[in-house]
């Protein structure tokens, strides 16, 4: 039994701390759109990792036809559910192969997956066949994702969009409990990593996120100044040395080795679109470039090896910050 669904079991003992199930018809609010659902969803069909295992969490895999869009291999006390769902693709899957699933729910994590010029498709090509098509509030409130590769931040990422798209998401499915019970969780261990990074005093210390590069001898796709990944820096009171309001700009080596961050940051994951994908490439290009081989965080090996899919908007997000306080131990050694 995995961490979650015993932490919603707890909720679910106390029966007046117990939720009223959702009446159906239910219609939410979703980035402006409206979405309705007649009966509790079959045949969910998700589009990206942060909205599978919110899903699974939510004890919601017997209700699954598909996943797809993955960055890390699945949370260990998911393996089991996962092995009983789909994966219909590893990356983005095609319109057909969704809707061939005759989903009665498609939920995901990014709005170019499904938007205005969504890579899988459009939300109207999805209401035109009676599927509800969700966005996960955090990529598309306060962000446009019309402007820069990955879309640029209107304002600054607010973790109350998770919260907000865990209790959407249990709404639709019928878990309210299961969701109260994942967010106070996750709330809980937030509180205690942000104390214990507060506790190591560590006065303008300053980072820098790499998630991948199309090519090592390009510019990297770093971490902005207002995505997700710096507000984790922020929670842990660590400067983002990136100022760009894009949510993964393009900077060149030379301007993050003049800011000389105090800890470097570093993507891992399964995916391998480009070759710095492999977090050991990475690596071995930090230590062997003259241009980064000369930062402070390379020489003194001041590295944090993160998965990708903890530098979303998902329930990793927390693991992340737990990962990322445990690195910033060195900078007090």
């Known amino acids: 039994m995995n961490r979650f669904t015993l932490t919603a079991l707890f909720a679910m003992a106390a029966p007046a701390a117990m939720a009223a199930p959702t009446e159906y018809p239910l219609t939410i609010d979703n980035c402006g759109h409206a979405l309705t659902f007649s009966a509790r969803p079959d045949n969910v069909v998700s589009i990206g990792q942060a909205t599978t295992e919110i899903l699974y969490a939510l004890g919601q895999a017997d209700r699954m036809a598909g996943t797809a869009l993955w960055f890390n291999a699945v949370l260990p006390e998911f393996e089991d559910e996962n ?3 789909e994966r219909i693709s590893d990356n983005m899957p095609s319109f057909e ?3 061939a699933k005759r989903p009665g729910f498609v939920p995901t994590m990014f709005e170019w997956m499904i938007g205005e010029q969504g890579a899988v498709g459009t939300r109207e090509q999805f209401a035109d066949l009676g ?5 996960m509030p955090a990529d ?5 994702n019309l402007v820069g590769a990955d879309g640029t931040r209107l304002a600054p990422f607010d973790i109350q969009t998770v919260w907000d798209s865990i209790n959407q998401m249990a709404r639709v499915m019928d878990a309210q409990d299961a969701g109260d019970a994942l967010i106070a969780d996750l709330k809980a261990r937030e509180t205690a990593v942000v104390e214990r990074a507060a506790a190591m005093n560590l006065p303008d210390s300053s980072a820098a996120v790499w998630f991948s590069s199309a090519d090592l001898e390009l510019d990297p796709y770093m971490a902005g100044a207002m ?3 710096a507000w984790m820096l922020e929670r842990l009171g660590l400067r983002n040395v990136v100022t760009s309001d894009e949510e993964w700009p393009t900077v060149g ?3 993050i080795a003049r800011a000389d961050p105090s800890v470097i940051v570093i993507a891992r994951m399964d995916r391998r679109r480009f070759p710095a994908d492999d977090f050991e490439e990475k690596l071995r290009f930090l230590k062997s ?3 980064t081989g000369q930062m402070t965080a390379v020489k003194e090996n001041r590295i944090v090896i993160l998965d990708a899919e903890a530098m979303h908007a998902s329930i990793r997000l927390i693991d992340g910050l737990e990962v990322l306080a445990e690195g910033m131990d060195r900078l007090s050694k």
């Open 140 to 144: 598309c409130e306060g962000k446009d």
């Open 289 to 291: 470039d003259p241009v």
């Open 253 to 255: 080596w030379e301007t």
């Open 227 to 229: 995505g997700i990944p």
């Open 83 to 85: 092995e009983r769902v």
């Open 97 to 99: 192969a969704v809707v």
């Open 131 to 135: 599927i509800p098509a969700y966005v």
